[in-house]
């Protein structure tokens, strides 16, 4: 405990009293302020039992002083006979419990410390909680606007499975993100992207990214002066130049078997067929962020009954499961390949199953992995599938 008085007579007082409780307690002494801040700074005390009539500090001022100094210790108040207003100002200010010269015995000494020291424990518990509550619901809303309704016509043409698992071992929300939506001509646009990073900002840069997207998808915008566009949000949203991100845009055609599909620095695809998964790499133009002017189109062939799969490097770069070795863009083919029998949604599901399993051994998954597979639908017509799930929305939601 530290002692904050300037009259020696009671502090020696309270030593005897400390001494008469049978208490486990060591006081260290501080005859003023100055000298009690240089204790406070040099190491943190259980308990601060302080007088409010120091030569340096008087009143309110001698508490707002620790408490500056050091927020979260207790502090129990002392005051004089005729000053006890003083000691209920001192508690709504922020002391724990205050204590009349004079008028104290052993045990309600040693009762006032202890209590002193639970009701500090408890305030700052609810304070941590409340913070923590406010930052899951901030994580919430941030992950909507990361994983969107789709955005589809009636009977789209197409089947899509979208996952969504966010590391949490860190407590930390990562900018992974994806869309999907079909324009009038039918054409159905996919993309995913990754801002490079953890926490708020850049999952709302992500976010940002992600609206920005779908807008210019359907101004009319394609290509290169789509990611023109892209590069230009986030020179303008990021909150550092370091910053940067990969983004992936897939548009299949409504008329025929062809897919065509522009990379920012953002990792292939797998093409998932039945019994088969080959990893599709179409031409990479720069990441955003990096002043980029070109981005290649490439134009490929979706056979029937095949599906597109565009991931996130959140399911590739954890450990492989054996030592540190990582799984790496070739592990991860080689653990499709083993459900390359399953259908679309039981693929995704079986693929992030493995990949978090294999990471159990270092704490679960390092990156957040966000998923997306799109299938030409088998009745055209109508009947088509759309399926999105987050680690909390287990259900799907169509």
């Known amino acids: 405990m530290l002692l904050v008085e300037d009259d020696r007579a009671d502090a020696v007082l309270v ?44 009143g309110i001022k001698a508490l707002d002083r620790i408490i500056r100094r050091d927020a979260t210790v207790p502090i129990v108040v002392l005051t004089g006979l005729h000053d006890e207003h003083f000691g209920v100002s001192a508690v709504a200010a922020g002391a724990q419990d205050y204590l009349v010269k004079g008028r104290v015995e052993p045990d309600t000494l040693h009762r006032a410390l202890l209590y002193a020291i639970e009701r500090k424990r408890a305030e700052l518990t609810a304070v941590e909680l409340h913070a923590s509550e406010l930052r899951a619901k901030e994580n919430a809303r941030l992950e909507r606007g990361l994983l969107p309704s789709p955005l589809l016509l009636d009977s789209p043409g197409v089947d899509i499975v979208a996952q969504y698992r966010p590391s949490r071992q860190h407590a930390l929300l990562g900018g992974d993100f994806y869309d999907f939506v079909q ?33 210019l998808t359907f101004a009319g915008l394609r290509g290169n002066q789509r990611m023109r566009q892209l590069e230009r949000i986030l020179s303008t949203e990021r909150p550092g130049r370091s910053i940067f991100a990969t983004v992936l845009s897939v548009a299949i055609s409504p008329h025929d078997l062809t897919f065509n599909v522009v990379s920012a620095g953002h990792p292939g695809m797998l093409l998932h067929g039945p019994g088969t998964v080959e990893w599709l790499e179409p031409a990479v133009g720069p990441a955003l962020g990096l002043n980029g002017y070109e981005w290649p189109l490439t134009v490929h062939e979706l056979p029937e009954g095949h599906g597109l799969v565009l991931l996130t490097d959140g399911l590739f770069e954890g450990r492989s499961g054996n030592g540190t070795e990582r799984l790496g863009e070739k592990g991860l083919l080689e653990v499709a390949r083993g459900y390359a029998h399953l259908p ?5 599901d079986a693929l992030i199953e493995d990949v978090e399993r294999r990471a159990q051994s270092v704490g679960g998954i390092s990156d957040d992995i966000a998923v997306v597979r799109v299938q030409r639908a088998a009745d055209t017509g109508g009947g088509a599938r759309t399926e999105v799930r987050g680690d909390e929305r287990r259900s799907g939601s169509p």
């Open 183 to 215: 324009t009038p001509d039918r054409t159905v646009h996919v993309m995913v992207g990754d801002v490079a990073g953890h926490g708020p900002d850049e999952a709302a840069l992500g976010v940002a990214l992600r609206i920005g997207w779908r807008a």
């Open 344 to 348: 679309g949604a039981e693929f995704v």
């Open 15 to 58: 030593e005897e009293l400390i001494a008469d409780a049978d208490a486990d307690i060591r006081v260290c002494w501080a005859s003023s302020m100055e000298q009690a801040e240089r204790q406070l700074g040099a190491s943190r005390p259980d308990c601060v039992l302080l007088d409010l009539n120091l030569p340096d500090a008087d």
